[in-house]
């Protein structure tokens, strides 16, 4: 139960990680709804199923990681499924922004479909060309990231 009871709705795994055992993300929202067969513990007290997306293949084989894929009892998680690929609903990325030269100016509309669905702004330390970004916003533009019904809980900057 490492991270139960919290807010969180997917995660992205290490390739190097070896172990998720079965109860390690219950009771948050997750992305999709605990399945009717789930044991009726698990139902009434689980909230939802959270995604951890890896492109490691090899994730799919460690007994450890335990997920709803699994036909084991002893292995099988009612609140985690194990996902191919990246998390593309969630995760902040290069696309989800707008530039102008080596500045960040505001969300790209990817990036405000994202906004409503991750509070969490990361603000990324290149720009869609590549370049490094060493400004961020519009000089005297409000509003570039944000509306008076949408904000963020947190914002990272990358440090180079």
């Known amino acids: 139960m ?3 009871d919290n807010q969180i709705r997917s995660v992205t795994l290490p390739d190097y990680t070896e172990k998720v055992f079965m109860y390690s993300f219950f009771k948050n929202p997750g992305m999709e709804e605990i399945p009717a067969e789930a044991p009726d513990k698990v139902k009434a007290e689980g909230a939802g199923v959270v995604y951890m997306y890896t492109n490691n293949d090899a994730l799919f084989q460690l007994d450890r990681i335990h997920h709803l894929g699994r036909t084991a009892a002893n292995q099988k998680s009612w609140v985690q499924k194990l996902i191919k690929g990246e998390d593309t609903q969630t995760v902040w990325g290069i696309r989800d922004f707008t530039y102008e030269g080596n500045t960040v100016t ?3 509309e ?9 509070k969490n702004l990361i603000l990324p330390s290149r720009t ?4 490094v970004v060493k400004a961020v916003g519009k000089g005297g533009t409000i509003g570039a990231f944000v509306t008076a019904e949408e904000g963020f809980d947190s914002v990272e900057i990358p440090i180079r």
């Open 2 to 4: 490492a991270f139960a």
């Open 106 to 108: 505001g969300l790209s």
């Open 110 to 118: 990817s990036g405000i479909q994202k906004r409503a669905k991750n």
């Open 128 to 131: 869609d060309t590549g370049e």
